[in-house]
Each structure stands twice: as C-alpha cells, then as structure tokens.
C-alpha cells in the first residue's frame, strides 16, 4: 500500500482545521446553518480536495476530471469552503456572499453558479443516483475518471439510493465510490433512535458493493483509504467513515441540535478559538 508522509498528513489536517474555521465563520454571519454535519465532513473534504481528486481549479469543467458530489447539499458551506481554499473562486466572496439573496452561494449548491460544482444538490437521495448516471457514463466514453458521491445518514433513508446502490453493483461500477458521513445524527436526533440503519456494512455487502469502515477523523487512515480504491475490481466502493456531528467544536459535537443552529457572536467566537487550539 502506498505510504503517506507525516507531513502530507499535517498539511491536510491543517487544511480540515480551516475548513472547519471557516465553516464557522461564514455560518456565524448568516441566519444560521448547517454547522454539525459541515464540521463532521471537513476531514473528508480536506483529504479529498488536496489530495485524491484530479481536478484543475483553471479548468473546472476539465473532460477528464474526478467528479464529486455533496448529495447531502445542506452542508455545501464546507464543500465550498474546501473549493475556495483549492483556487476554484476567492474566499472572500464565498465570505459576503453567502446565503445571501441573489447569491451564487446557496445554502445548496448550484452546478450552475459554482465553479468546481458538479451536481446541484437539495433534496436528499439524488446525489448517488446522478454518480451512478456520471460512472456509468465514464465507462461508456472509457474515460478513466472516478466518481465520488458523498452522503449522510439522511440519504441512506432514501428510497432512491438503494436503488442507485442496486444498479451500481448491476454495471459493475467500479468507478464509483459511495463515502458516507456517518455521524449518526440527523435533524431530530440519534437515527438508531428514529429509523436504524445498522447494520450497514452487511446491506451494502448485500447488494455486491466492496465495503470499508474507516475512523473518518484519521487523516492517514481516510488517505490510505482513498488511495486504495477501487476496493475490488467490477465492484463499487462503499467507505463508511465513522465521524462525530460537529467535530471540533465541544458544544457542538453529537447534539443534534447543532444539525441547524444560529451561533451568537459569543458562541461564535468560543468556536474559533477552540478550533484554533485543536491539533
């Protein structure tokens, strides 16, 4: 397996913190936003944007580039923040822009208004059939690129995702991989709670899907990971990375609460400084 050096992971844990940072301070100037699963989703976002995706912030709609999409479009902020950081648009835009009236910066992302988006994303359970749609497409122009579809919890309670998870595993896309957030917390609690969905790995398992579970915090881990796939030939690939909703802020972490919230100035700041002591 491919080893990463110590200082790629530095940089690419340095890179989540200011996603995470910025997360907060582009929510804390809005009236409110989906901090939780942003902060939960900022280690993935930071592996994935500087290091695994062939992508060129010059050339968005580059022919040949990995696609990406946020199927759980509600946390674009740390999506968005991400593309700034790589050179898609300044942040400062991303900065006054945000949520604002006539914006390009939505709360969900728009394909056509944001350079580096692939897939406009609303209601939850459309992302991994459209990355089904993009992966089936590459194979058919044989085309090399890799689709990664991020989901939440939320998506997996969806009826049209196990049908993209069906017909991924049918057209034996192994060009397709299906990370899934799992912090285990939607909008009205803990969904073991509400709607379970363990166990997950057997029922992707099921359906013929290649399966991995991964601490989703563990940069070298989440790297390592994402450098190995596909996880099997003519197989797609399922990354369960097990994360914590707010991840870095301690009154925000695993209180559904925080799935959407509106900071205080003083909530605010307490955030920035805590992550700003965090390793």
């Known amino acids: 397996m491919e080893k990463v050096s110590p200082e790629k992971i530095e940089f690419l844990k340095a890179k989540a913190k200011k996603i995470r940072k910025d997360v907060v301070e582009i929510l804390s100037q809005t009236s409110g936003g989906h901090f939780g699963g942003a902060l939960s989703a900022a280690d993935l976002l930071s592996a994935l944007y500087f290091e695994i995706l062939r992508i060129d912030p010059q050339n968005p709609c580059w022919p040949d580039r990995d696609r990406f999409i946020l199927s759980k479009g509600h946390v674009s902020v ?10 898609f648009f ?14 390009p910066y939505g709360m969900h992302e728009d394909m056509t208004k944001i350079k580096g ?11 991994l059939s459209a990355g089904v749609g993009m992966a089936l497409a590459g194979k058919h122009d044989r085309k090399d690129y890799r689709v990664f579809v991020m989901i939440g919890d939320a998506d997996l309670q969806e009826g049209s995702t196990w049908e993209a998870i069906m017909a991924a595993a049918h057209f034996k896309l192994d060009n397709l991989i299906c990370i899934v957030d799992r912090n285990q917390i939607g909008v009205d609690g803990f969904t073991e709670e509400l709607m379970p969905l363990e166990p997950l790995v057997p029922k992707f398992r099921d359906f013929r899907w290649e399966v991995k579970e991964i601490d989703g915090h ?7 990971t994402l450098k190995s796939l596909p996880l099997a030939p ?17 009154f925000m972490e695993n209180n559904h609460h925080w799935h959407f919230g509106v900071a205080t100035k003083e909530q605010a700041e307490a955030a ?3 992550l700003e002591r965090s390793n």
Do not use: F, R, W
């Open 78 to 87: 740390a999506k968005c923040a991400a593309l700034a950081e790589a050179g």
């Open 90 to 103: 300044p942040y400062e835009e991303l900065l006054t822009q945000y949520n604002k009236l006539g914006s």
């Open 117 to 127: 988006c692939d897939m406009t994303a609303g209601s939850l359970g459309h992302g």
């Open 218 to 224: 563990n940069m070298e881990e989440i790297v390592l």
């Open 234 to 250: 003519e197989k797609p690939s399922a990354v369960i990375a097990h994360t914590i909703k707010g991840k870095g802020v301690s």
């Open 272 to 274: 920035l400084a805590e």
